[in-house]
């Protein structure tokens, strides 16, 4: 399995695709498209490896014979906390999608490390995720913890991770 992951200061067709089919068709989201995509970095995670269940774009060029090391995969925003003005150097991560036939190969875990990685070094001390409770075992396995700020009976709620220690 080769990951690559990618940067980009403006959303990128394919990873609205990507929310679009995770989190409005699958999830039943919305609203999944706001403000805070303008001020957003989104990173896009790129696979080039055969699997089974490729999207016809990406079985179609591989049947074309071109190499598929363009297939979009997973995504997810980041952006400087402006709620929590007593937490300096707090950023929220976001907007985490990866496609079904791409889940279960560590590849949310690597675009959650990378993003992580690129707070640090852009000076942040802390990540944040909002989350619903069925994915808080995913982000508390990876060091984050569930705070006080939490909504519906727990159903969802703000997962923190310390990251001065990571830099």
């Known amino acids: ?43 896009l995670a790129f696979d080039s490896s055969d699997r089974p269940g490729l999207s016809a774009q990406s079985a179609s060029s591989i049947q074309s014979g071109q190499p598929d090391q363009n297939r979009p995969v997973a995504t997810c925003r980041f952006y400087a906390d402006p709620d929590h003005p007593d937490q300096p150097g707090r950023y929220v991560i976001a907007r985490l999608a990866v496609l079904t036939e791409a889940q279960g190969r560590h590849i949310g875990s690597r675009l959650l490390s990378d993003a992580e990685r690129r707070i640090a070094q ?42 001065s220690r990571n830099v």
């Open 1 to 43: 399995m080769t990951i690559r992951i990618e940067a980009y200061d403006q959303l990128p067709d394919a990873a609205r695709a990507i929310r679009e089919q995770v989190s409005i068709r699958e999830r039943d989201w919305r609203p999944e498209f706001d403000e805070w995509d303008a001020a957003s970095v989104h990173l």
């Open 122 to 163: 852009a000076g942040g001390t802390m990540a944040a995720v909002h989350s619903e409770n069925d994915h808080y075992k995913f982000y508390e396995q990876r060091g984050y913890r569930l705070t006080d700020e939490v909504y519906e009976g727990g159903r969802r709620g703000w997962l923190v991770k310390d990251l």
